[in-house]
């Protein structure tokens, strides 16, 4: 499959974070922009003459890569970010690229061990979780067309991963894990709670406890375990809509990517035709203060062949009277 131009907008090159580290930031940001206004070849010979001249500079290495992929030279793309791999193991987001490389030749085994690199490099790496995810469901589609005898070529079947291009996206942010969501038709959702913010009202001393003040605390804690199972249901039952409208216009997006990317990525999983099916349980809430809550519990995520058990905390902001998710966390 070729990586389609709405996944090549909505993934364009982060110039000012990718280059801040950079020993030759503005030479290549300028190469960046170059790139970005369509004069690619030239802009690619100038990123060969920059690595020639500064072999160890990882981000021109990066971007190197990127621009041979959006070029269609998949193979060389390929070699470009298994070079970074063997150099850099230690950063996420090559293996992250050559699994949507690999992908797109149809090599779901070699996508799917990059990925897994990518989560060992990287345990809450968002990107690297929802590929893995549709990584699965591929092969599981893939399986079951062969043993059907049909056409694993049909294009409504193929995934579109994420291939993306900004290097070192996970540092200096909080880990944001994403369970990968190839979401459903008919899907099931049991949601259970178990809500330790709910505190005994403290024992009256000398005159000025006010109960209502308990009971106001009691009442907010229940409403953002509400918000938690609406929140949980509407991912379930595909209410798209209704999943984006629980995030608050502050929502801090996985691994800093635009809020309109965001949006356009969990819409296309959400809307996939893949069944699944979702367990909440132990649901704790702590009120930081009268606008801000964390929501701690555990979720059990079952799709396909894809089984994951996360501790997840969502942390909420009382906005126009609805409890919203301004941050959302993960442990896998």
Not at 38 to 67: E, Y
Not at 136 to 150: D, P, T
Request: charged share 25%; proline share 3%; glycine share 4%.
């Amino acid at each position: 499959m070729v990586i389609s131009r709405a996944l090549s907008i909505r993934l364009l090159l982060l110039a000012t974070l990718i280059l801040s580290c950079s020993v030759n930031a503005d030479d290549l940001k300028d190469i960046a922009q170059q790139a970005s206004q369509g004069q690619q070849s030239a802009a690619l010979d100038r990123i060969n003459n920059h690595i020639t001249a500064n072999p160890n500079d990882v981000q021109a290495l990066f971007m190197r890569g990127v621009m041979l992929a959006e070029q269609g030279k998949k193979d060389d793309a390929i070699k470009a970010f298994s070079d970074i791999t063997q150099r850099f193991p230690a950063l996420p987001e090559p293996y992250n690229n050559l699994a949507v490389l690999y992908a797109d030749q149809g090599q779901f085994d070699k996508a799917k061990q990059a990925l897994e690199s990518a989560i060992k490099t990287h345990p809450s790496y968002a990107t690297a979780h929802e590929n893995l995810g549709d990584i699965y469901a591929k092969m599981a589609s893939e399986a079951y067309g062969k043993a059907l005898q049909l056409d694993t070529s049909n294009a409504r079947a193929q995934n579109k991963l994420l291939l993306i291009k900004d290097l070192f996206s996970v540092s200096g942010k909080s880990g944001l894990a994403v369970a990968a969501k190839p979401a459903n038709n008919n899907t099931t959702l049991s949601a259970t709670h178990e809500s330790n913010a709910t505190t005994k009202a403290p024992e009256p001393t000398k005159g000025n406890n006010k109960p209502e003040t308990s009971e106001s605390a009691s009442n907010d804690s229940q409403s953002v375990v509400n918000a938690v199972n609406k929140w949980a249901a509407a991912w379930s039952n595909k209410n798209v809509d209704a999943y984006l409208e629980a995030y608050a216009e502050s929502f801090k997006t996985p691994d800093g990517v635009s809020r309109k990317a965001w949006e356009e990525t969990r819409r296309e999983r959400i809307n996939k035709n893949v069944k699944i099916e979702i367990t909440i349980s132990k649901i704790n809430v702590h009120m930081d203060d009268n606008v801000h809550a964390k929501a701690s519990f555990k979720q059990n995520y079952h799709s396909g062949s894809l089984a994951q058990k996360t501790s997840k905390t969502l942390m909420f902001v009382l906005s126009n009277g609805k409890w919203l998710i301004e941050q959302e966390k993960a442990d896998h």
